[in-house]
Structure formats: structure tokens, C-alpha cells
């Protein structure tokens, strides 16, 4: 499986116990959503290797993970520190305005005022502030990922309604 086709889940923190189950640190709002997943792909020297799952107790942003035929502490011990991923299937589905930010480039951006300004490049995520990156008139526009702003996402027509702050497009389009 390439890494394109899954999503950061996490990291083995450390062991738990003496019996080779590890501990890891969940990366997501609602950790609850994953406690029926049978396995976990670890990044291993740039390549995901699956390891599948005994058992699984999520404890808030933590989880207990016993892997299958891992009985001993040392072999838990030489899984700490390496990153947690997951199929991109394995995400939980969204509904409303609420997207994964892997999902929308190539999405259309409509503004309220301007009309159509463009198809989403990529989502830039700076710290306190994420951002949908647009190309209008030949100029980066950056559109801030806020519900004040965004007005209606519609998965079907892969579109953004928006209604950008007021000057944000000038201040773009004047510089």
C-alpha cells in the first residue's frame, strides 16, 4: 500500500506492559471511531508495513494495541518512535460542511461576490490559521478555512460556496 493512500494516524509512543503490546498516541478528534480497526501499517525504513491487531483499548488520544504473534517486551521495544497510518477507506465519512483536507484540492471555489474563483491547489496549514490555496486571474489567492467563510460544500459537484472577508480577493488581485 502507498503511502498516498493513507492517513497519519498516530505513533507507537512506547511498550505497555511486559507482555509486547505498545502504546500509541491516536491523532484524531474522535479516537473512539477507530476501535474496530484489525490492523495498523507502520512507516518503516519509507515503507508501510502492516502489523495486525490482537486487541485494541482506546483511552481518550491513547490506545493499547496487543500485535498479533508480538509476545515480548524487546519486540515491542523496536516498534517505539516509528509513525501510525491507515487506509484512506478506514476514515470515518463526513457529512455538512466538514471535509479531510486530503479530499478537496481539485475542488471548485465559488465566492459569493466574485463568482468562480478557481480550483483548490492544496490546503496550506500555517500555525492557528489553514487556508484553501486558489489561483485567480493568475494570482495565489489564499481563502482561510473557516466556517464564517465557507457557506456550502457540495461533494457531488466537488464545490465550495464561500463568502470571502470582505477585501481579502482585492487585496490579492492589487498586489
Given amino acids: 500500500m502507498k503511502k498516498d493512500d493513507c492517513f497519519y494516524f498516530g505513533k507507537v509512543i ?12 491516536i491523532d484524531s478528534d474522535n479516537p473512539s471511531d477507530y476501535s474496530d480497526i484489525k490492523f495498523i501499517l507502520l512507516e518503516i525504513n519509507n515503507k508501510l508495513i502492516p502489523f495486525f491487531i490482537d486487541s485494541l483499548k482506546i483511552n481518550q488520544n491513547k490506545a493499547y494495541v496487543a500485535i498479533q504473534d508480538m509476545k515480548t517486551i524487546e519486540g515491542a521495544m523496536e ?8 487506509p484512506l477507506d478506514q476514515l470515518p465519512k463526513l ?15 465559488i465566492d459569493k461576490t466574485y463568482g468562480l474563483l478557481g480550483t483548490i491547489d492544496r490546503v ?3 500555525p492557528n490559521q489553514a487556508v484553501f490555496q486558489v489561483f485567480y486571474k493568475d494570482k495565489e489567492v489564499l481563502i482561510p ?3 464564517e467563510v465557507i457557506l456550502k460544500l457540495n461533494r457531488k459537484t466537488k464545490t465550495f460556496e464561500i463568502d470571502a472577508p470582505e477585501g481579502l480577493i482585492d487585496l490579492y488581485l492589487n498586489s
Fill in 145 to 147: 478555512i473557516q466556517d
Fill in 124 to 126: 496550506l496549514e500555517y
Fill in 79 to 86: 516498534l517505539v518512535g516509528y509513525e501510525i497510518y491507515l
Fill in 14 to 25: 512506547k511498550t505497555h506492559g511486559i507482555k509486547g503490546e505498545i502504546s500509541i498516541r
Fill in 95 to 109: 457529512i455538512g460542511n466538514k471535509f479531510y483536507y486530503h479530499e478537496v484540492p481539485g475542488f471548485k471555489v
